[in-house]
């Protein structure tokens, strides 16, 4: 394990140790330190940032994680992807929860889920904003398909996609069987 990742692995067992507020609560606290809403946090940044947490990284280690998540070669960290990066790994079972629902979903079986997989699943007509006529059943379906969809909201949610979400609702349940057990609740599986 290289110096970055024994950074992280302090940083994830220090958000680990804060349960449901942990990654969330980073992820809240990281979008703060964001000024120029760039997504992205330069290694000074980082530094004192994670200084207020109580977590001390040297300017070295700051700068070490920085460029494991600079996309672009500016010298900045990329927040979504560090985040990520953060989440503990999940287990065959959840991973294995995740796929059966994303298949629920996915009503023509290409793999990419759209607002017409969504109308053969839900109603969107009961939606109160429906009913009222704020807004159309399309609106309704596009807005929680949106939930699942990257950052670029193009309509379509991948696997890939639907997994990440779910990855960021994992980090803060404890156990397999609560996360089996709130999944197929959620999507009647």
């Known amino acids: 394990m290289d110096a970055v990742d024994a950074t992280v692995e302090k940083l994830r067992a220090h958000c680990l140790s804060r349960r449901a507020l942990g990654i969330q609560g980073l ?55 560090f985040l990520r990066a953060l989440r503990p790994p999940m287990s065959q079972a959840r991973e294995a929860v995740i796929a059966a629902a994303f298949a629920k979903l996915d009503r023509s079986g290409d793999g990419v889920v759209t607002v017409d997989d969504l109308r053969g699943v839900y109603r969107g007509c009961t939606h109160p904003k429906v009913r009222s006529g ?7 379906l596009r807005r929680f398909l949106d939930n699942f969809d990257s950052s670029e909201k193009d309509g379509q949610v991948t696997l890939a996609e639907f997994q990440d979400y779910y990855s960021g609702v994992s980090a803060s349940m404890d156990t397999d069987e609560e996360f089996v057990a709130m999944m197929t609740s959620a999507w009647q599986l």
């Open 27 to 81: 992820a809240r606290f990281f979008r703060r330190l964001d000024r120029d809403r760039s997504r992205s946090l330069d290694s000074g940044e980082l530094q004192r940032g994670l200084a207020e947490l109580g977590l001390v990284l040297d300017a070295a280690e700051a700068e070490g994680v920085c460029r494991r998540w600079d996309r672009d070669g500016s010298g900045t960290l990329d927040l979504d992807e």
């Open 134 to 140: 704020e807004w159309t059943e399309e609106e309704v």
